[in-house]
């Protein structure tokens, strides 16, 4: 047999800092997993992640062929058969109940997968419904939310320009564990350290002295959900001292005056009890930033997912539009990715929308087509007209990342129907009546369109696949392209077919499509900036030549020219915020009451991928990592010691895991790793089923939002804690 080993390079796509990697592989054989020390922007970062795509590749409980759940258990079916099934039930009881019958659920891998980024949405489409959700809502959507109302687009997004700026003032967030998130940049350790050695600042604010804490020239402690007060206490500061220098900025903004007004009454003073920041330093904090030469005030997930998470990111962007810093080196700056997903989805009039449908149950708005995962489960449960009936996942876990996990455990028990389109039989596909298998990862080829208009720099960068897929499997865009024919009722479209001819895009492949997109891109033949690359601009081949990617320079100014709000200017003070003020009023005008309640909160862990790595065996080696930290005085004050088996209980559940006693808590947080939870009947994930660890989301509770925005409020879930039970030998 011949033998040929062969080096490939391509992307990451586990999580968002496009790490570039380098694989050795003879055959089908993956002998070796590196970083690409000759990638342009990750210069040979990696993480322990990045070898394990060789265990998702191999892993012998991945699925490669359709399934169908049986009384007799998983039976094999043909794809045919899987299609028809699949797409006569959705029309079956679509026809019986309506159109929101059926729910959509798309879970994060969505966004690190090219053919279904491309694809799902036109299947979405073809369901027409209002029941559609995603893990954003249990994520970046105060983001979202926050850029739409100001700038006119949720994909446009503020990045910190960690490069280049002079003080980093990071708010709950951890990308020493996490890698950076709505922050593309490999190796964020490095380039934290460099900006210390440069005389710069970076300031944490967070519940736990997280890995990233410890690296910080300063790290204050904060009670969870509280950080609205801090930032309008250093908003109010800012504008007390005289310290606001918006630059020249303030000539795009409208409702800087009302702003100042709003956020008149929020003291320092008033966000000492309920923070546990001590005043001066907040005032401190202000005047270090303002004075900084260029500084940057960067929130993610600790801060997105809290009551007040919309609220959190529009003062987020206030405060460095304040102080001069949005849209200016070594602040908060936007991209201009190869392939402009802001431009393509403004012509295509996606820059957003809000409010235009409210969910049956709990009323509560639609953002950008979808409805917030938190009433998901009631969306099932409460019969009347307009129930869910029927559910599609797509790359999605919400049993175990949506909050109140058990309770759409249960509510999907219930369906008529469900098919999951994903490589696992996991926590949530194991509810599926039919799994659609794609290939992932190794055999698929990639283009981050997403990260690459994230990343703390332009690159840009094409992967091949590395594998052929296996015989009789499909891509996740095949599968799309496959459902949404059956749906209409047409055949696949081709060159020939009138579909075809039409619709350009529905018989292109992915690749095809990145090499129109790059062509008319922002450095294409025909871009403003092809000069960057050569004459005639950047295209598909001019990145294959190139395996390692392309650096196509730093962040520029360029918020002029990217305002899609109607009038064509920043709006500092949108209604929807002012008026949510009065939320934060009402909730601490008294002051803030300790009545010694445990808060939790989550937290990432390096050798974890949300909820579905874990059956990788290098991943999970060494001691269970699903613990719950607490510090040293809670403990004492239970009587409980470390390593000791408790019981932690919220308004929603109760789940069993050790205890890790940690003077990195703050006094009354605790905090347990999302993702875990493995031990449910029928999971097919041998491995992860050997280290199951419980769910957080078993504790948090669907009742718990952000009224604003309708995200998750994870942080800061009231618990109690006990000892037990004994685990048996
Ligand atoms: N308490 C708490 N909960 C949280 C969070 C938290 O911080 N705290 N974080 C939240 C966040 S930020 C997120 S993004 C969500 C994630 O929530 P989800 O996206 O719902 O969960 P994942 O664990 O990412 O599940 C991914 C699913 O995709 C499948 N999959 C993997 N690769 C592929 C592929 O190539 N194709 C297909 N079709 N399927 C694939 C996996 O088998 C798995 O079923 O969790 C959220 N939940
Ligand atoms: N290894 C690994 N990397 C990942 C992932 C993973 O699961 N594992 N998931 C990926 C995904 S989907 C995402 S969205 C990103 C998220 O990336 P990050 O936002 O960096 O995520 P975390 O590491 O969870 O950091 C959140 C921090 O918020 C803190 N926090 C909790 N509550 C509060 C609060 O009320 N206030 C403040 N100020 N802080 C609070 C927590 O203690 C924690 O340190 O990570 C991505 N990268
Ligand atoms: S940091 Fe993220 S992108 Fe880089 S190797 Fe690890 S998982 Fe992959
Ligand atoms: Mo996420």
């Avoid at 960067?298 to 001069?324: A, D, E, K, M």
């Avoid at 469900?418 to 599926?432: K, L, S």
């Avoid at 932690?648 to 050790?658: A, F, K, N, Q, Y």
Wanted: hydrophobic share 40%; glycine share 8%.
């Amino acid at each position: 047999m011949s033998t040929v080993t062969q080096t490939h390079f391509r992307t990451c796509n586990l999580c968002e800092a496009m790490c570039g990697l380098e694989i050795e592989a003879r055959d089908e054989e993956i002998l070796a997993i590196r970083g690409d020390k000759t990638d342009p922007f990750s210069r040979g970062h990696i993480c322990p992640k990045a070898t394990a795509l060789a265990d998702v590749y191999h892993d012998p409980d991945r699925l490669r062929q359709p399934v169908r759940r049986t009384a007799n258990g998983w039976q094999p079916i043909s794809w045919d058969v899987a299609f028809d099934e699949v797409v006569s039930n959705l029309k079956r009881i679509q026809g019986e109940y309506g159109r929101n019958a059926i729910a959509v659920y798309q879970g994060n891998p969505n966004v690190h997968n090219l053919g279904a980024m491309l694809y799902s949405p036109s299947f979405v489409r073809t369901l027409r419904t209002q029941n559609r959700f995603s893990a954003t809502s249990v994520d970046q959507l105060p983001h979202h939310f926050a850029a739409y109302f100001m700038f006119g687009h949720q994909l446009l997004l503020p990045i910190p320009d960690v490069d280049h700026t002079g003080f980093l003032l990071m708010l709950g967030a951890n990308p020493l564990a996490s890698n950076g998130s709505l922050m593309t940049a490999p190796g964020i350790g490095n380039r934290l350290k460099k900006l210390q050695k440069r005389g710069g600042q970076l300031v944490v604010i967070d519940p736990r002295r997280t890995e990233t804490a410890v690296l910080a020239n300063t790290h204050h402690f904060i009670k969870p959900g509280t950080d609205v007060l801090l930032l309008l206490a250093l908003l109010h500061t800012l504008f007390a001292e005289g310290l606001a220098d918006p630059g020249p900025l303030a000539a795009l903004a409208d409702g800087l005056e009302q702003v100042q007004q709003a956020v008149a009454p929020f003291t320092p003073e008033l966000a000492v009890g309920p923070t546990g920041i001590p005043a001066a330093a907040m005032r401190q904090l202000a005047r270090d930033f303002a004075g900084a030469k260029t500084a940057v005030c960067y929130g993610r997930i600790g801060v997105s997912t809290q009551p007040f998470g919309g609220l959190c990111h529009w003062l987020i962007n206030l405060l460095n539009f304040v102080t001069g810093n949005l849209d200016s080196p070594g602040g908060a700056m936007f991209t201009m990715p190869a392939i402009d997903i802001v431009g393509i989805t403004t012509m295509t009039g996606q820059t957003g929308r809000y409010g235009r449908w409210h969910s049956r149950v709990r009323q509560l708005p639609e953002f950008g087509g979808e409805l917030p995962v938190a009433v998901l489960a009631e969306e099932m449960l409460t019969p009347g007209e307009g129930q869910i009936k029927g559910m599609v996942t797509i790359a999605g876990n919400p049993v175990l990342s949506t909050p109140n996990g058990r309770q759409l455990d249960e509510a999907l028990a219930g369906l008529e129907f469900m098919v999951a389109i994903d490589i696992y039989i996991n926590e949530t596909t194991r509810h599926a009546n039919i799994i659609l298998p794609p290939t992932t990862g190794l055999e698929t080829e990639h283009y981050d369109l997403i990260f690459h208009a994230l990343a703390v720099r332009n690159t840009a960068k094409f992967s091949p696949a590395l594998f052929p897929p296996a015989a009789d499997t499909r891509h996740d865009w095949q599968i799309f392209q496959e459902l949404r024919a059956r749906m209409e009722g047409k055949p696949l479209p081709t060159r020939q077919s009138p579909q075809g001819k039409l619709d350009f895009f529905a018989r292109m492949p992915p690749a095809q499509i990145v090499d129109l997109a790059l062509r008319f891109g922002p450095y294409g033949a025909h871009g403003f900036n092809k000069n960057r690359l050569d004459e005639q601009g950047l295209k598909l081949p001019t990145l294959k030549r190139q395996p390692h990617g392309v650096d196509l320079g730093p962040l520029q100014p360029n918020l002029k020219h990217r305002l899609v709000t109607p009038n064509r200017r920043i709006q500092l003070a949108p209604d929807l915020f002012l008026a949510d003020l009065d939320r934060v009023w009402q909730t601490w005008a008294e002051g803030a009451v300790d009545d010694g309640t445990l808060l939790l909160i989550g937290r990432r862990q390096l050798r974890s991928n949300n909820s579905w790595m874990h059956n990788s065996p290098r991943l999970v080696r060494g001691k269970d990592r699903c613990t719950l930290l607490m510090h040293p005085e809670d403990a004492q004050k239970r009587n409980l010691a470390d390593g000791a088996q408790v019981t932690v209980c919220s308004r929603t559940g109760t789940i069993h895991l050790p205890l890790a006693v940690s003077d990195a808590m703050m006094p009354g947080v605790v905090s347990i790793p999302h993702g875990w939870g493995h031990d449910r009947d029928g999971v097919m994930m041998a491995t992860a089923v050997r280290h199951p660890g419980a769910s957080i989301n078993d504790l948090t509770d669907d009742q718990q939002i952000d009224q604003l925005t309708g995200n998750a409020a994870f942080c800061g879930v009231p618990v109690t804690v006990e000892p037990g039970p004994k685990q048996p030998v």
